[in-house]
């Protein structure tokens, strides 16, 4: 009986914020000017009633005792013996992270409504809102791999066009574009996580392996490419070294989409997933340990590097950076329940300095008057701690942001764009000697490498 | 080594009027509002706009499709048209059954659209409906006029061909593409893209005024000595472009180690000839405007950095900037031919003219066979030769703001006509800032009591002074920013000493430090973090009480009794921090003379009120934008406070007394001061008050208390999100919770819709509703028969109100490119601006949010004085002779005696020509606003005329 219940309410988890990105597509569609009253009513009920669902889901799960729900939710196909099952999961990990996601939406929505207000293009940031907002419930509600990489792309499309919403100005397209091609790299892991485990062990759902929640059977997988596949995977979103330089980049939207991307729910989806495949750090050190350099090179890169932001933005975005490679080091020593309090503390935390940004001034003013003198600088720690010959050398290093865009732009992206435009101007030839000169405008694919690079 | 110094010298001159064409804005803690075009009031209004049109590829005037809709709501009319572009005598038609060249030209301003060229032309031509129906708005008469008998499509393609053979050759005109030409310009490689990223980063670290934890080691020898410093050592940046810049720099420091040096062999590495520096340098740095506005800011006024000013040079940023083109450059030149540049098609002019001929036939009714007679069609186009877009957008502009201008003089004239009721002598003054938005509170306070009498001046109130408050870490200045103060005033608390700052303060800020750091901020992030749920929570649904919880957490509760330290004794020499600290008596004295008798207080008695004000609010990079921009930017409250200590001050009073000016006993002055944001009131030192005027102050208490409630209400029809059927209690609230909420990007609207500027006798305007729309200034033309009170108080009034309305003018006008744009991805930089995202050209100028009800028309400036003498007083004077015969505001002379009104115009005054008699009336303000959301004209508020105003 409770388990029907349950069962329901985290089937109403997941549609209600579907159900709300679906009605403002079909609205957007047919009305030009949908009033904005309206689009606040639907995203308001659909996340409010979400939160609340998962608040009694929670609620409940406490009460009866309940440790671990699984929703199927339908078969998509079946060849023969085998079927694909599409399933949820409620359990430890999922239910926090459903009820702050939702709610975190919820209340980014209610502070846009008022932040957005008259803005020409209310409508499509809302509607973006909710597809990040299903997208984080599908992924953290998923019961295995490929529902997850469903979610994720959701998330990580909305967070793209997000980026890049001032698109009349070239620098948010350009940033939005390099965003985009980080989470398709880093996705390509996920997606061979998903054919591996299919390949290897027939499934990629997530089981009770007698652990604290449902996670990866492991038992006829190869642990260590399975488990850096993952990892792969979650570089791009969580913004990790070596492939963590379009964050900054991406603090070209309103403050309240970087807010709640890159101050709480995309950027922290990377510990999730971890999270969720414990069991492969667990079974193999040599992934564990891997997980834990990333972690500690980004937290290192993102501390040095964010010291000498001199913007806000920016500042906060190294910031959530380095908090993120911390946490990725917790979860490496197998520190879950820390790490899952670390991942809702920073988020919150950060959420609300990045909604607070713009108010930086007027801070500034009053944290003068409550210290009562100019406020002191900081910096003697570091100064202290490196060699004076040094600090000059260190101090561009981190202007440079540690020369890791530089070196993939130049080393990795550089030749594969020139790469392309080879086999561009040899597929002209060819053409040409068969069908004359080309007409209209130069492959699109050519002009896109050129502005990755220019956009470094 | 001769020709050297002589190339210095140019450069000199080089740069420094290339800075003359840099944003002059201070940092955003500081800001004041400045003509945005400043650099160019030699020039006509007109001209000046077109000119730096072209120079900074910005638009001079509202967009054509934005005057096609105020020609539909009426807001311009057909007059309005006639009057801009009136007919000459006798004008003959174009031919028989035409309109006259001028008429054809009007009709062209009453249809306004853009023509249509190139592909999207031919597309219309070929799919489109182009030739197939009528443009909108053609008259059914014309219609019929063009088709005869044939139907509409061959009628209309008739009309298209017969033009068409009639096209004259017409050159291409060079209007369109910026004028600025730097190296891009000059060769065709972008150097920008690889160069901007990495100065904008160095610009930004080096003003940084304490965001980052680091500071850029170095920067006290300047920002070119730093680069050098920073980017000579070894392993540098692997950028392909940047890896020959180490040798470069090491070249410069050994061979032209001096910025001037250094740019003077750039230019001649460039191959940059000395005549082209001028034109060259300026495109240079004004493809960089905002930061190298801010280097040339804080090289000008170091006083104006928020903590402290890094030794800033334009030169040096010039050096750095060079350097780094030329780098570009040469890698750019070592990968490949530049891309080339987009040509206009010279096919293009002739299409815009066949276009604007065809469409305008059409709403002549002016058929093909009637153009096809002689030279007729070719007569037509050349009417419309040469009436270009910035022409046209030019008379519409004048058209809209001559609707405004006839309207406000016949509100001022008919209101004159419609009498007073002869007024009891006041029982209590009040003096305000002569800022638009207090327009309303005064006219609120007038109408609930009708006993009071109102002044208006510039909110510092004669002060010029540098103040620290209680709290404050360090003294601002709160005088216009033309004065360099040298009075430190200092707020004492009365009870022994106060601790500045307090432990919790300390806790924060250490704490804040921590959040953005690695082993710290995993503790405060991890053990804090969920702690803040409750904020986020608080700060999104229940703003008002989170700010309050907030800021008595922050700074305790109660405010502990103070006093200004106001006086210095006689001869007293400046301290040791540079300033005189206070005002002797006699310099009290001068001050408090001129104020009463500019504005006409001298015969004061009882309870004199000096209101300054201020404005706070969140979520507001631009919070500075709304303070008093007399008080240079801050808070006006404290010069309020600081003038009524020194006219109480016993020996100012005995002083004044000398000079023949003497107030009855008892006669008390009480500093105030009004948040423009919340609407609350302080009223300073109110324990010094005698017994005697204590009822009077109680009883304007109570009614400055409803009189701010239904300020708030009036400023509430404004925000879109406040309901029209709030009460003034409820819009009381909601004006209080904007101003403490993170999320509201409108926590007032400023000056926004400012237009009219009043210089004369509130008794002629009082009872008179001007919609906040108005400065008021008290001026008394019968106590200054020499006009020399006036002409002082125009040339400070003058150049502050063309400041604040030319300032809001360019950023409505064009929000991108003069304005800074939407608040929304704002990003605040080293404390002094705020960037558009991540790293962008620092944004000057006003955002979208602030400015987007605002009606761009020039100050319209109504003085009381005689034509003959307001001509003499601005002809002897260069700086408002600029203004008024430039035209950067419309100036007005309002007779003193009769009430004639008399509009400059084309270098002479003529008379103004009511257009009606008639004037609105209604008994209170509210009864005016309610309901409407739009601006309003003026009416005539019976309850504001005393006596026996409104009960309340």
Partial sequence: MIETLLASMAFAILALPTAAVLILAVLLWFFDDVPEAVIWAV???????ATLAGLATAGGMVVHDVDEVRVPLGTWFSVGHYEFEVALVLDRLSVPFAVFGTGLVGLVGAFSQRYLHREARFARFFLLLSVLGAGVVLVVLAGSLDLIFMGWELVGLSSALLVAFFDHRPAPVRHGLRAFITYRLCDAGLLSAVVWLHHTAGTSAFVDVSGEWASIDVTHVPVVTAGLFIL?????????????????????????????????????????????SATLLEASPWVAGAVFTIGLLTALHGTVVGRVQSDIKSALAYASMTQVGVIFMEIALGLRFLALVHVVGHASYRSLQILRSPSLLHDQHNMERAVGSALPHPGGHLERLVPRALQPWLYRLALERGYLDAVLVHFVVGPFAQLARLLDRLERAWLSAFAGPPEGPRAQAVETSQDIEASS | MVTQSIQKSGLGEAVAHAAHLLPAQFPLQSFVHHNTLHAF??????????????????????????????????????????????????????????????????????????????PR??????????????????????????????????????????????????????????????????????????????????????????????????????????????????MGPPEPWLRRLPARLAAQAAHTPAAEATVVALLDELEIPEDDWQPFIAATLLSLRGWAGMMHQLELRPDRAPVAAPPARLMDYLAVQLSLEAEALAYLRRRGPPAPAPREDPREAQERLLYAGFVLAQHAGISAAALARGDRAARWLDALAGFDELERR?????????RHRVEVLDGLRNHARAGRPEAPPARIRAVFCMDDREESTRRHLEEVLPEVETFGYAGFFGVPMAYEGLDDVRPTPRCPVVIDPRHLVVEEPLDGPHEHGS???????????????????????????????VPLIGRVLFPRTSERISHAVMHGVGVPATRLALERPEGAPAAADGYLHGFTVEEMTGIVQVVLQTSGLTEARGLVVFVGHGSHSLNNPHEGAYQCGAAGGGPGGPN????????????????????GLTFPE?????????????????????????????????????????????????????????PLDLDPEGALAHAEARTADLAQPRPELGHATNAVCIIGRRSRTRGLFLDRRAFLVSYDPTRDPDRSRLAALLETVGPVGAGINLEYYFSFVDSTGYGCGTKLPHNIVGLLGVMDGHASDLRTGLPWQMVEIHEPVRLLTIVEAEPDELMAIVSARPGLARLVVNGWIQVVAWSPSTDELHVFDGGAFRPHRPETDQLPVVKASMDVYRGHREHLPPTRVTDGLAPGGGAW
Avoid at chain 2, 643 to 654: L, S
Avoid at chain 2, 685 to 694: G, H, K, M, T, Y
Wanted: hydrophobic content about 45%; proline content about 6%.
């Fill in chain 1, 43 to 49: 995203v308001a009920t659909a996340f409010g009633g």
């Fill in chain 1, 232 to 276: 792969l995977a979650t570089l791009g979103k969580s913004a990790q070294v070596p492939l963590g330089g379009w964050l900054p980049r991406a603090m070209e939207g309103p403050t309240t989409s970087s807010a709640i991307f890159y101050g709480a729910l995309s950027i922290h989806l990377g510990p999730y997933l971890l999270l969720r």
């Fill in chain 2, 41 to 118: 009031e030699h020039l006509p209004f007109a001209e000046g706009v077109g000119e730096a049109a072209k120079l900074f590829g910005a638009q001079p005037f509202m967009a054509e499709a934005a005057f096609a809709q105020h020609l539909a709501s009426g807001r311009i009319q057909a007059r309005d048209l006639d009057f801009v572009l009136p007919e000459t005598a006798g004008e003959p038609a174009l031919f028989e059954g035409a309109p006259t060249r001028t008429g054809l030209r009007r009709l062209w301003l009453r249809h306004p659209f853009v023509p249509v060229t190139g």
């Fill in chain 2, 121 to 234: 032309l031919r597309w219309r031509l070929a799919e489109g409906e182009l030739l197939e129906a009528f443009q909108p708005g053609v008259s059914e008469a014309a219609r019929r006029a063009v088709t005869g008998d044939e139907a509409a499509p061959e009628a209309l393609a008739a009309l298209w061909q017969t033009l068409e053979r009639a096209l004259p050759d017409v050159r291409v005109s060079d209007s369109g593409a910026p004028a600025a030409d730097g190296i891009a310009g000059r060769t065709g490689y972008a150097v920008s893209e690889l160069v901007h990223p990495t100065l904008i980063r160095l610009c930004a670290s080096f003003l940084d005024q304490g965001v980052a934890y680091w500071r850029m080691p170095g920067k006290e020898q300047g920002l070119l000595r730093a680069v050098r410093d920073l980017y000579t050592r070894p």
């Fill in chain 2, 394 to 402: 030019r008379l519409l502009h004048l058209a809209f703001e001559r």
């Fill in chain 2, 503 to 533: 432990a919790v303060g300390r806790l924060r800020h250490g704490v804040a430090i921590s959040g953005q750091t690695m082993v710290r901020g995993s503790v405060v992030s991890g053990a804090l973090g969920l702690a803040t749920v």
């Fill in chain 2, 640 to 659: 309020a406070r600081a003038f009524a200590t020194m006219a109480n001050h016993p020996g100012v009073r005995g002083r004044l007394a000398q000079g």
């Fill in chain 2, 666 to 722: 008892p006669t008390w002055f009480v500093g105030a001061s009004h948040d423009t944001g919340d609407d609350s009131m302080i009223y300073y030192d109110e324990d010094l008050i005698p017994e005697a005027v204590q009822a009077d102050l109680r009883i304007l208490k109570a009614a400055m208390e409803e009189a701010r409630r239904r300020d708030a209400h009036e400023r509430c029809r404004r925000f879109m999100l406040a």
